[in-house]
């Protein structure tokens, strides 16, 4: 009840059926029914980076966390590397497949005027510029990386559940790979004021509800079949690996990946039905930078 509440009152998703087009085609190029020569890969759906909560309908001030989405965007990188086709569902504005070596504002750190009328790439940057631009283009002419972006906690699980319906019939043929950071409360639609909140009217109280737990609907219903990785972030490590085992049990997840939030970026742990294995960072690879 408290799902189907969420998506009945949540605002409309904006080009609705431009991203349904988009993803059809996507899964039918990449399903193995297809009967292109190229098809037949397994789809992975990897989110990446963090949602945001409005506080207005006409969103001025929002909840954020500072999730920048290089884990997925790295992860994307290596399914695409392992032969998966990826949908890429991510935040707007954060870290994209192929760029974690580029600096954080490539196209002014990146290019240089040559006479004030041509520009080109900087001689320090080329070689990474190169590669990124050569392995993004090879992946979406290929038919094999499609993005798709949210910023908002309503878009975000629209567009999950778009793709898991979307999804659905292909069943162990696809993997989810849920790296992004989900609000866990937010202030309803029909309870949100439309116009941005006045500081003239003193101290703000405001009281979250929590996001209704989408994961065990996923698993049960939208995509039952499919291949699912979740993450758990805590700052305290004694309750960590408590509560991914709690989370793989709770929302019958195939895998946990825990990470704590000092050494989120050293090691993480995969927790799963037969145990855990800790994962340390390969320190010798470059531009392995992770969140």
Partial sequence: MEVQNFFETAPPLKDRSVISKKLKEFIEQNSPASGIKTSGRRIVCVTSGGTTVPLEQRCVRYIDNFSSGHRGAASTEYFLKAGYAVIFLHRRGTCQPYCRSLPDD??????????????????????????????????????????????????????????????????????????????????????????????????????????????????????????????????DSKILL???????????????????LATRKEEVTLVTLHGHTCIHRDKTLPGDDVE
Avoid at 190 to 212: N, T
Avoid at 243 to 251: C, R, T, V
């Fill in 242 to 260: 408590e509560k991914a085992d709690a989370a793989l049990k709770k929302y019958n997840m195939h895998a946990v990946v825990a990470n704590e």
């Fill in 106 to 235: 490539p196209l002014l750190e990146c290019f240089e005027s040559t006479d004030g009328s041509n520009i080109q790439v900087q001689q320090s940057q080329a070689e990474a510029v190169r590669k990124a631009v050569t392995n993004h283009q090879a992946a979406v002419e290929a038919g094999h990386l499609l993005k798709l972006q949210f910023t908002t906690i309503f878009e975000y699980l629209q567009l999950l559940h778009m793709i898991s319906i979307e999804l659905r019939n292909l069943g162990p043929h696809v993997m989810f790979y849920l790296a992004a950071a989900v609000s866990d409360f937010y202030v309803p639609w029909e309870s949100m004021v439309e116009h941005k909140i006045q500081s003239a009217s003193g101290p703000l109280d405001m009281r979250l509800a929590q996001v209704p737990k989408m994961l065990s609907v996923l698993r049960k219903d939208w995509a039952p079949l499919a291949f699912c990785v979740s993450f758990k972030l805590e700052t």
